[in-house]
């Protein structure tokens, strides 16, 4: 019976205390008691963070198996009774390890009433979303192997001390300070929210710092430091490592909320900031109040923790790491709002969204989606701003956030052009700068149609209006399809409402018909009117620019009119047509000063401008001269055609007649292939592709821009732009040797027409003195014929001297128009330098033409 009782294990465990704390059975009573009442219970402690205190015991768990029915107590017996270093502040204890012994309750009952007074009941199941992480779930080798009851394995670890390591269980009683009493000191329970006066701080006080930090307030020992620009902890409190750098982590949280805070502060009262603005800011508003409804939730488990008089720390409370795992997704989203606070600074309007739009750009679907929803509300205003415009032609844009502009001072003359434009820092992102023009025409296309066409028709009749974006929710998904659902209503919008307004140009206004006018006119394509206006005009226009009246003019210019073809056209583009003189200068004959006008007014001078019609004015000019010189040389030609015959009596004068057909000839040529170059090769071709992008334009924009470009050819292939300014002159020199010409042939013709009138004079008053029987002709008479005959053929070496200056110096400009021609950047010139010259009659005289085309654009392309 004696082994019997020495192998219980009640005489066990007694002589396990006793060895323990070295004492002899008597001294060792309190320690058994407090022994057995820890074999006995079924409590545990919670989870410890240490996972190396974990594996060591799991190690020295499995190590006792088969030799220790009762395992887990022994261990935990081990454990309370072994001498440790007081626990940290922060460091989690069970009631059972912080309670003095002489404290618990011997019985069941008195066990169980106790534990339930200690261990509150945790709040934190009403974080809701926030709380999807949760606490750590207790790693699966804790859990008791088969069996119910609690997972008294999840408990082990929190009973250790901070600073125990697996060894230190290991080190012999003789090496160990006596267990002894606990003293009182040293168990004492601390409070959740009190500092240590030795400058210790417990985790559960820095949990409610953390928790002011992260609204931006200053707790008692985490503040802001100005100087760094950071949350930091006062130096003079005493934290291990772990919790310093916790609490720092943590504390970011305060730093991104006030930079987030202050930027909607300053800008929600900024009324300059526009609506644009003042959804962001509601975007941020809303991020934050969600924000502050999880603080919220995390103030109300303190303060149930507090109200149920939790003074110690247990597997529900609030701790920092639990802080930092809760704390990720909103450190995420603040950190988001923060850099889009950043990127923002200094933005508005549609230069906001794109802001905010490119932040949408990333792999991660949470920022992803967090971006898109502010995206939605940012881009509401603009969306609607959009609509109202496109729907109605209403802009009210206060803050100038929209990416069309308008200018109030602009006149209604001018609004095509001028009234409405791009702001394209402000067109957002998300719309391409061809959806961004089409808002504009359309808007523009209404308020055109409103206020210069007067067309009364309501826009809803012009364009059917879709559902607007009139929740943020409406304008997320519409951002969502912006090359789908976005796309149609710009186009549809777009076709719609400019097909509407060519269709009343057209109808109402006569646009194409004015269009065709102008090349009947003012480019001289109706060539019977143009020949008999030249012909009725001839007469007045020899005379010197001082002499002439418009209002003659006009009234030779109606009698042309109704004299040709041009009678047959519309009453309204013939009132139109006009007479316009020039400036005069001196020396200037009616030639030089005399063009047609037409008058352009309300819709139609949005198309021909001021500056389309003084370029009209220019070629017509341009072409007026090509023409008249091409009369000239007309009545040259006949002139020459009829005194052929004629003077062939006088045949002194067959070799200056000779020189006058030959320059003719030449003349005649280079008029022509001038006339080919201009009438067919710019005009004609020009014009074609005029009309065929006019009968393909989708909207004015492209009418207005194909006749820019049709005007601009022409300028530019009839030598009237800058760059053939060198060109220009010579062709102008041309043109003057031509009239001189005519000048010179005309008075050669006058003197022999003259002498050859004398001469058939002479002769008849011979033949009737003959006749009447008389001498024809007395000494003294034929004496002085045949002196007038000598002074006339002494003038004919002048006459031709004078041709061969002018010859020489016309086939000079020529060969220098020829040079230039060649060294033309544009192909057309340099062909038409071939044509001209097509006998190579100037290339003989000219070195610099000696080059064949080939070369010399093989040369023009390596010197570029």
């Excluded at 006009?554 to 309204?572: K, P, S």
């Excluded at 010189?629 to 003077?647: H, P, R, S, V």
């Excluded at 030598?719 to 060198?726: A, K, P, Q, V, Y």
């Amino acid at each position: 019976m004696a082994t019997l009782d020495q192998k219980s294990p009640n005489v066990l465990l007694q002589s396990l205390c006793c060895r323990i704390t070295g004492k002899s059975e008597a001294e060792v009573a309190h320690q058994f008691q407090y022994a057995v009442r820890v074999i006995g219970s079924n409590y545990a402690p919670t989870i410890e963070r240490d996972e190396f205190l974990v594996v060591f015991f799991l190690m020295l768990f499995s190590c006792l198996q088969g030799v220790l029915k009762h395992r887990w107590s022994v261990l935990y017996l081990l454990l309370s009774l072994s001498e440790d270093p007081p626990l940290p502040r922060d460091a989690h204890s069970t009631p059972f390890y912080c309670t003095r012994p002489q404290s618990l309750a011997l019985s069941y009952g008195e066990r169980s009433t106790g534990l339930s007074a200690s261990v509150g009941t945790s709040g934190i199941s009403s974080l809701g979303v926030y709380t999807l992480n949760g606490p750590t779930p207790t790693p699966q080798p804790l859990l008791p192997a088969a069996g119910g009851g609690q997972p008294l394995g999840s408990r082990l670890a929190w009973t250790l001390p901070v600073s125990s390591s697996p060894s230190s269980a290991m080190v012999p009683p003789a090496a160990r300070p006596p267990l002894g009493p606990p003293v009182p000191a040293a168990r004492v329970v601390r409070p959740r929210r009190d500092g240590d006066p030795a400058g210790e701080v417990n985790e559960a006080a820095l949990v409610r710092d953390i928790l002011y930090v992260f609204q931006g307030i200053d707790g008692k020992f985490i503040k802001m430091s100005a100087q760094d620009n950071c949350y930091k902890i006062d130096s003079k409190v005493v934290l291990c490592k772990s919790l310093r750098d916790t609490s720092s982590r943590l504390a970011e949280l305060g730093w991104l909320h006030n930079k987030v805070r202050k930027y909607t502060d300053a800008r929600s009262l900024d009324r300059a900031f526009g609506l644009v603005g003042q959804s962001f800011c509601a975007s941020l508003h809303q991020e934050l109040k969600e924000y502050y409804r999880l603080l919220s939730v995390l103030h109300s488990q303190l303060q149930v923790e507090d109200d149920q008089g939790v003074t110690v720390c247990t597997e529900s409370s609030l701790t920092l790491r639990r802080l930092l795992v809760w704390m990720y997704d909103p450190k995420v989203r603040l950190k988001t709002l923060a850099a889009l606070v950043d990127f923002c600074q200094g933005r508005k309007g549609g230069e906001l969204a794109s802001a905010v739009h490119a932040y949408g750009k990333t792999g991660d679907p949470q920022m992803r989606a967090l971006v898109q929803y502010i995206l939605s509300l940012v881009s509401h205003p603009i969306l609607n701003f959009l609509y109202r415009w496109i729907y109605d032609g209403e802009l009210e844009d206060t803050y100038h956030e929209f990416f069309v502009a308008s200018d109030p001072n602009v006149k209604t003359d001018r609004l095509w052009h001028d009234k409405y434009s791009l702001r394209k820092s402000m067109i957002p992102s998300f719309i391409t700068m061809d959806q961004a023009r089409k808002v504009l025409l359309i808007g523009k296309s209404i308020n055109f149609l409103h206020q210069v066409c007067h067309d009364r028709t309501p826009p809803g009749k012009i364009t059917a209006a879709s559902k607007s974006a009139d929740t943020p929710k409406d304008a997320a998904e519409l951002l969502s399809d912006l090359e789908g659902a976005f796309q149609e209503k710009i186009d549809a919008a777009y076709f719609d409402t400019s097909k509407y307004l060519l269709d009343v140009l057209n109808r109402n206004y006569l646009l194409l018909e004015h269009l065709q006018a102008m090349r009947r006119y003012l480019l001289l394509g109706q060539g019977d009117f143009i020949r008999h206006l030249m012909d009725l005009l001839k007469p007045e226009l020899a005379r010197p620019a001082t002499t002439l009246y418009q209002h003659n003019l006009t009234g030779i210019l109606e009698t042309a009119v109704r004299a040709t073809n041009a009678q047959y056209d519309n009453a309204e583009i013939l009132k139109r047509l006009d007479v316009r003189l020039l400036e005069v200068s001196p020396g200037d004959t009616g030639w030089d000063v005399f063009s047609l006008d037409y008058h352009v007014d309300g819709p139609i001078s949005t198309v021909f401008t001021r500056e389309c019609m003084g370029h009209y004015l220019r070629v017509f000019n341009f072409l007026w001269r090509a023409k008249r010189m091409e009369y000239t040389l007309t009545d040259i030609w006949k002139g020459q055609m009829c005194n052929a015959k004629l003077l062939k009596t006088m045949p002194e004068l067959s070799g200056v007649l000779h020189q006058c057909h030959i320059l003719a000839s030449e003349m005649v040529h280079f008029i022509h292939q001038m006339q080919y170059y201009i009438t067919f090769e710019v005009l004609e071709c020009s014009w074609d592709e005029l009309w065929n992008k006019v009968r393909q334009a989708q909207d004015l924009d492209h009418i207005i821009a194909a006749h820019d470009v049709f005007l601009d050819t022409i300028i530019s292939r009839c030598l009237l732009d800058n760059n053939s300014r060198s060109l220009l002159n010579q062709l102008r020199a041309i043109f003057d040797q031509i009239i001189e010409f005519q000048s010179a042939q005309d008075s050669l013709y006058r003197s022999a027409l003259e002498e050859l009138s004398l001469r058939l004079q002479y002769e008849e008053k011979k033949r009737q003195r003959e006749e009447e029987g008389q001498w024809g002709v007395t000494a003294e008479q034929e004496a002085e014929e045949k002196k007038r005959i000598q002074e006339f053929q002494e003038t004919i070496p002048k006459m031709r001297s004078q041709l061969r200056i002018l010859t020489h110096f016309y086939q000079s400009i020529v060969q220098q128009f020829l040079v230039l021609l060649m060294t033309s950047s544009d192909e057309s010139l340099r062909f038409l330098s071939f044509r001209l010259d097509f006998n190579e009659h100037y290339r003989a005289r000219e070195p610099r033409l000696r080059a064949s085309i080939g070369a010399t654009r093989g040369r023009r392309l390596s010197n570029i």
